[in-house]
């Protein structure tokens, strides 16, 4: 099993800025990829971005130049950096570790979830 541990969310301003966190422990050895995903009220869970252990990268169209996301694989913890935030990225954000096959598929493992609130 492995857990997931999110932080960092909260609220802002449009044009601002948060940066989320999520921390791995327990049988962290098959997860070789981790990412992001977020689910606005009454909307679908989509993909944000996601990077494998190598530093390989994906990101949905709405916030590429805006979202970068990074990992520290001694740390097992990945980071979404969330720059020029607009209102509709309002969401929770929920962190997903596994393999990147799994992910892109929505199947990994999960953490609770936290909370990203952006005011206009």
């Known amino acids: 099993q492995v857990q997931l541990v999110e932080s960092g969310g909260g609220l802002v301003q449009a044009g601002g800025s948060l940066r989320l966190s999520c921390a791995a422990s327990g049988s962290i050895v098959s997860i070789n990829a981790m990412g992001w995903y977020r689910q606005a009220p009454g909307k679908q869970r989509e993909l944000v971005a996601a990077?494998?252990?190598?530093?390989?990268?994906k990101y949905a169209d709405s916030v590429k130049g805006r979202f970068t996301i990074s990992r520290d694989n001694a740390k097992s913890t990945v980071y979404l950096q969330m720059n020029s935030l607009k209102p509709e990225d309002r969401a929770v954000y929920y962190c997903?570790?596994?393999?990147?096959?799994?992910?892109?598929?929505?199947?990994?493992?999960w953490g609770q979830g936290t909370q990203v609130t952006v005011s206009s």
């Open positions: 997903n570790a596994d393999s990147l096959h799994r992910i892109l598929g929505a199947r990994g493992y």
């Open positions: 990077i494998t252990s190598g530093g390989s990268t």
